[in-house]
């Protein structure tokens, strides 16, 4: 069992940056794929960045040039640099994983989830 803990969220102003990182536990973190994604209330969560076990990463359009998906598999830490942050990027970010299984890491059905971090942008 996969278990996910974010850090890094906080308050910034707009044009700013912050860092999210992501412990994992309870798996060999370089079998699992691993995402960040976001939600804010009475929205549909949207996936922000993808990441494969060979770091081979994907970035949803609206973050993509401002924020960067990175992991350390030794480290089993995952992390979410943000710059230019936009109020519209104010959310609930989640850390989530899944097993890789040979797919491609760019999916909504991801199994394991943290509790989340909130980022908020004024």
């Known amino acids: 069992h996969v278990q996910l803990v974010e850090s890094g969220g906080g308050s910034v102003q707009a044009g700013g940056s912050l860092r999210l990182s992501c412990a994992a536990s309870?798996?060999?973190?370089?079998?699992?794929?691993m995402a960040w994604f976001r939600q804010v209330p009475g929205r549909e969560r949207e996936g922000v960045a993808y990441?494969?076990?060979?770091?081979?990463?994907f970035h949803t359009d609206s973050v993509r040039g401002r924020f960067k998906i990175s992991r350390d598999n030794v480290k089993r830490m995952v992390f979410l640099q943000m710059n230019s942050l936009k109020v519209e990027d104010t959310a609930m970010y989640y850390c989530?994983?899944?097993?890789?299984?040979?797919?491609?890491?760019?999916?909504?059905?991801?199994?394991?989830w943290g509790q989340g971090t909130q980022v908020t942008v004024s």
């Open positions: 309870g798996y060999t973190l370089n079998m699992l794929c």
């Open positions: 990441i494969s076990p060979g770091s081979i990463d």
């Open positions: 989530a994983a899944v097993r890789a299984d040979g797919r491609s890491c760019v999916r909504d059905e991801y199994a394991y």
